[in-house]
């Protein structure tokens, strides 16, 4: 199964330092049944493209907990089938059993520089927009109207470096 987790730089220097990666509290995000029943219509690659944004935004809350973390949102996109649904929480939510091994991870998706700012302002009012509030509504869309860059798993060293 393709698990979205949702992370930081710092996150990924330890997922590369040390070849592997416990998510905070095990949760990640995937083509879950729920989600696919929550849409009308939409192929595979939308739902999953669904679940990864669900990661992004969660990786805004984890931005909003560290005032000294780099302002981008991160997801690290896995393959793996040691995970157990929980509807119960989110559509597209899952809980992993373990950490993950570097060589699970399938891709990594990065906000771009330009996207600092818009990031930075969402990550303060993420908790304000899921409780309807238009501003911080407008906030996050700034910032999810910025592309996650992708990466193969081995550029991250490249990547990590240039940061």
């Known amino acids: ?49 669904a679940a990864l ?17 780099r302002p981008r949102r991160v997801v690290i996109s896995v393959d793996i089938e040691d995970v157990t649904v929980r509807s ?3 559509a597209a939510v899952v809980k992993l059993s373990g950490p993950v091994l570097m060589d699970d991870v399938a891709a990594v998706h990065v906000d771009a520089e330009e996207a600092e700012e818009a990031v930075r302002a969402a990550s303060a009012v993420i908790d304000a927009a899921d409780l309807g509030d238009l501003d911080a509504e407008f906030a996050l869309g700034e910032a999810e109207d910025h592309e996650l860059a992708w990466y193969a798993p081995g550029e991250l060293p490249f990547l990590l470096e240039l940061l």
């Open 88 to 90: 119960d929480l989110d």
């Open 53 to 69: 944004m669900d990661a992004a935004r969660a990786s805004l809350r984890l931005l909003s907990d560290d005032e000294k973390e």
């Open 1 to 49: 199964m393709r698990v979205y987790l949702p992370a930081t730089i710092e996150m990924l220097r330890k997922l590369v330092a040390d070849g592997k990666l416990q998510p905070p509290g095990g949760t990640g995000f995937a083509l879950t049944p729920a989600l696919r029943e929550s849409y009308i219509s939409g192929s595979t690659e939308e739902l999953e493209y």
